[in-house]
């Protein structure tokens, strides 16, 4: 019985030690803007609903099973308007069944601006998601715009950027290819 557990404390060790190196080898992906992007042990994300425009329930468990990028945002927002075509751009070469990019417009965000928003800057494959009282954003300590999060495919947060970044840089892309390609393996 004694070599068993030790078997199962040494797999569990070895188990542990590859989950720390994947997350060094994601950290040195990390250049320019994306040196912002710190990555942290997976926790528990609020299952506080946001909605669409029609009034229909989401909430980010809805996600599981695959990497998902929440980007927190306003229209009000300077560097919001600047990352939202690269986010887009994420979404056209990453998206599908083990990644989504998924935008939520917390606080005071008109439907139809937020309609003009995205015709303004040409994005058309990105959800249109609200947070209207901000409830969510709380819930997931989001103080500022723009915030992005990064969950696994367990629905946890792995990784939280605070402000804008370049995320149609080769560093970003870098990153999303070695969470998916991860996950399929």
Not at 70 to 97: H, I, Y
Not at 104 to 111: D, E, F, L, M
Not at 152 to 180: C, H
Request: net charge negative; proline share 5%; glycine share 8%.
């Amino acid at each position: 019985m004694r070599y068993f557990f030790a078997v199962l404390y040494t797999g569990l060790a070895l188990c542990a030690n590859a989950a720390l190196a994947d997350i060094e080898d994601l950290r040195a992906l990390r250049e320019g803007s994306m040196k912002k992007l710190v990555f942290a042990d997976p926790r528990a994300v609020s299952d506080t609903a946001f909605t669409d425009p029609d009034g229909g329930e989401f909430r980010l468990s809805d996600y599981e099973g695959k990497h998902v990028l929440v980007n927190f945002w306003a229209t009000w927002c300077a560097p919001c308007r600047k990352e939202m075509p690269m986010l887009s751009e994420l979404q056209e070469e990453f998206g599908g069944d083990a990644f989504e990019v998924v935008t939520i417009a917390t606080g005071r965000n008109s439907v139809p601006g937020i309609r003009k928003f995205f015709e303004e800057i040409g994005v058309d494959n990105l959800p249109l998601f609200l947070d209207p009282k901000q409830k969510l954003a709380r819930d997931m300590a989001v103080l500022g715009l723009p915030i992005t999060l990064i969950l696994d495919p367990e629905g946890q947060e792995i990784a939280r950027m605070r402000g804008d970044a370049e995320w149609n840089s080769e560093s970003a892309k870098a990153i999303i290819r070695a969470l998916t390609e991860a996950g399929e393996s």
